[in-house]
């Protein structure tokens, strides 16, 4: 082989085997991290509970540290309230299945991989991956085992309340 042959020999193969880490390099980085912090193996898609508050309604902090998530009525229509912005956090309201006059207000992010948990008419449910929880909280089927944190909450009037600060 004579030089010029090996030099372009050379030459192209340096070029062959740079190009795909070239364009490698200039491809934007894939994202594998599930932007909304749900499990990646969770089978259904997170179905967070609906923001269901009233529109007009006040929702800043009130003197007493409660903050209104929505009406009675909402409650009684939709048969929860729940926000994901929350001042205090994600929250979910629903009435005592034992007991009617009262209300039970808890996190309504999944103790085990952060889903939002759905209410089902005597329990909180997450649909990622099957957890079910007591409507006090308390982690009845896995995989989740950690109860979800509870708020104070009261009803004042037609407004469903709950402790922000
Ligand atoms: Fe896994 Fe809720 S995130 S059961």
């Not at 800043?60 to 729940?82: I, N, P, Q, Y």
């Not at 929350?86 to 009435?95: K, L, N, Y």
């Not at 909180?124 to 079910?132: D, E, I, Q, R, V």
Request: aromatic share 6%.
């Amino acid at each position: 082989m004579k030089r010029r042959e090996f030099v372009n020999f050379v030459g192209l193969g340096c070029i062959a085997t740079s190009l795909p880490v070239a364009i490698a390099a200039c491809t934007p980085a894939e994202t594998t991290a599930d932007s909304t912090a749900d499990s990646p193996d969770a089978a259904p898609a997170d179905v967070p509970a609906a923001d269901v508050t009233a529109e007009s309604m006040d929702s800043s902090v009130r003197e007493d540290g409660f903050a209104a998530l929505g009406t009675v009525s909402e409650l009684d229509s939709a048969g929860f309230l729940a926000s994901q912005t929350f001042v205090a956090g994600p929250v979910i309201v629903v009435r005592d299945p034992a007991n009617a006059e009262d209300i039970v207000a808890l996190n309504s992010i999944c103790t085990h991989k952060g889903c939002s948990v759905d209410w089902a008419d005597t329990e909180f449910t997450c649909a990622c991956h099957g957890s079910t929880f007591s409507v006090d909280g308390t982690a009845t089927n896995g995989p989740a085992t950690e109860p979800l944190s509870s708020y104070e909450a009261k009803i004042d009037g037609d407004w469903v309340l709950v402790k922000a600060v």
